[in-house]
């Protein structure tokens, strides 16, 4: 069975500080892939990224970055420079490669405080 | 491009009524996936489809029920509704390689 945890249920963090989201996940699966995905206030989700596994190369989009570590387990993401926009619930998910049916973390809560 | 559209965004129902969720999707994706929300928690998969004519059962299908007769609808039934089924319902869609598309989200209460 695949597990996602992300012990960090709520953060808080001035604005411009950086902050990290944990992943961390469990699968028997060799492939497979990782996803982040944000939830505002408005309640949609917005995709991320994507990350599959065999490829532990770290990726960098503007303020955000992602760490992926198979040797623990981990997926962790990165907002530098926080900004008040920043503020929703992030997800972090995990797939069977192939047919990609997404199992969930319970979310982290994140407030950026102006 | 409209994307993934669910409708109604809110319903109240009655314990024992029924109701269809709606999606559609408007990109010609292959998987369509219907998830729930519960407060506080991630999404869990109810139903998922890889095609038209196909569906199977995600990890909480009891009480609800699907079908997949085109490409673009993926309909989501409640019958004989429950307290426990109050939630957020997500629909989403996905073509190979890339990630999901999700809907708005229909926010059901059931009193």
């Known amino acids: 069975a695949q597990k996602v945890t992300q012990a960090q249920t709520e953060i808080s963090v001035v604005e411009k500080e950086d902050v990290t989201l944990d992943c961390v996940y469990e699968?028997?699966?060799?492939?497979?892939?990782l996803f982040w995905y944000k939830q505002p206030p408005s309640g949609e989700l917005v995709f991320l990224i994507r990350?599959?596994?065999?490829?532990?190369q770290n990726e960098i989009s503007g303020r955000y970055s992602w760490n992926f570590q198979k040797s623990t387990s981990s997926f962790n993401f990165t907002i530098t420079a926080s900004q008040v926009v920043d503020s929703a619930v992030y997800f972090c998910?995990?797939?069977?490669?192939?047919?990609?049916?997404?199992?969930f973390g319970t979310g982290t809560r994140l407030t950026i405080i102006p | 491009n409209a994307g993934v559209t669910q409708t109604p965004k809110f319903r109240i129902l009655k314990i024992g009524q029924s109701m269809t969720l709606q999606c559609t999707q408007d990109?010609?994706?292959?998987?369509m996936y219907w998830y729930r929300q519960d407060p506080g928690m991630g999404l869990k998969l109810i139903y998922y489809?890889?095609?038209?004519?196909?569906?199977d059962k995600g990890e909480v299908p009891n009480g609800y029920n699907v079908s997949r007769s085109t490409t673009e609808d993926f309909p989501l039934r409640l019958e004989l509704a429950a307290p426990s089924q109050t939630s957020v319902y997500f629909c989403?869609?996905?073509?190979?390689?890339?990630?999901?598309?999700f809907g708005s989200g229909t926010r059901l209460t059931v009193v």
């Open positions: 699968t028997r699966d060799t492939t497979y892939y």
């Open positions: 990350r599959n596994s065999f490829d532990e």
């Open positions: 489809s890889v095609g038209a004519g196909i569906t």
């Open positions: 998910a995990l797939s069977r490669f192939g047919n990609e049916k997404l199992t």
């Open positions: 989403a869609s996905r073509v190979e390689i890339y990630g999901y598309t």
């Open positions: 990109m010609n994706h292959n998987y």
